[in-house]
């Protein structure tokens, strides 16, 4: 059974902070990813990785960076946090087999 | 741009009912379009269509694609409360890591 797991499920930061998100997998996929969901804006992608130390801009990356130094460890970093960036912040991952992403249980950003 | 837009937004309907669920979408190369179920935690999978007019089936839920009109349908016969979630489409194109492009999801909420 795939498991994803997210450091924290909720998190409170204040402006200007630099704010570390990890997500691990125990099932060895190559791609991960990073999304943000807002309400009545869906999942968007921050960023994707699809092998260690690979990564790529997703659809909304400003503000946001990456790092993939190990292949079951992917983790979000905002430089200096805002308010703009309080959000549910969901990790997947995939197998490129696969048919789905796997998803971790979130956590939830308030930057006050 | 990858785009993927779901229909309606919310649904309110009681025990028993059938609902129909609507997704379109404009991608550039599409590789699948995909159905998830999210309550108040991850997306969870329910299925993933490649081929036009073939209907995917799971116990009370049914998907099929039309990759003509560009659109997906998701069914529900015989609602149940347990089936109160956010319905959230998402496409697939031809990309290094099967990157996703998610809808704003639909909430279904069933009244006893």
């Known amino acids: 059974d795939v498991k994803v797991t997210q450091s924290s499920r909720y998190l409170v930061k204040r402006t200007g902070e630099k704010v570390f998100l990890e997500c691990v997998q125990d099932m060895d996929h190559e791609n991960m990813f990073w999304y943000r969901q807002d309400p009545g804006l869906g999942l968007r992608l921050i960023y994707f990785s699809y092998d260690v130390k690979m990564k790529e801009k997703g659809d909304i990356p400003e503000g946001y960076s990456v790092s993939r130094e190990k292949k079951e460890r992917f983790s979000l970093i905002l430089e200096s946090a805002s308010t703009n960036q309080t959000s549910m912040y969901l990790c997947a991952s995939r197998a490129p087999s696969t048919d789905t992403q796997y998803f971790g249980p979130g956590t939830r950003l308030t930057v006050l | 741009e990858d785009k993927v837009v779901q229909s309606p937004l919310s649904l309110v309907v009681h025990e028993g009912d059938t609902v129909t669920l609507n997704c379109s979408y404009e991608v550039t190369n599409f590789r699948s379009l995909l159905w998830y179920k999210q309550e108040k935690k991850a997306p969870t999978f329910l299925f993933m269509l490649t081929s036009s007019g073939i209907e995917k089936k799971s116990g009370r839920l049914s998907s099929i694609l039309d990759k003509k009109e560009l659109f997906s349908i998701l069914n529900i016969t015989a609602t149940q409360t347990g089936d109160s979630a956010v319905y959230l489409c998402?496409?697939?194109?031809?990309?290094?890591?099967?990157?996703?492009?998610f809808g704003s999801g639909t909430q279904l909420t069933v009244l006893p």
């Open positions: 998402a496409v697939e194109a031809s990309g290094s890591a099967r990157q996703l492009t």
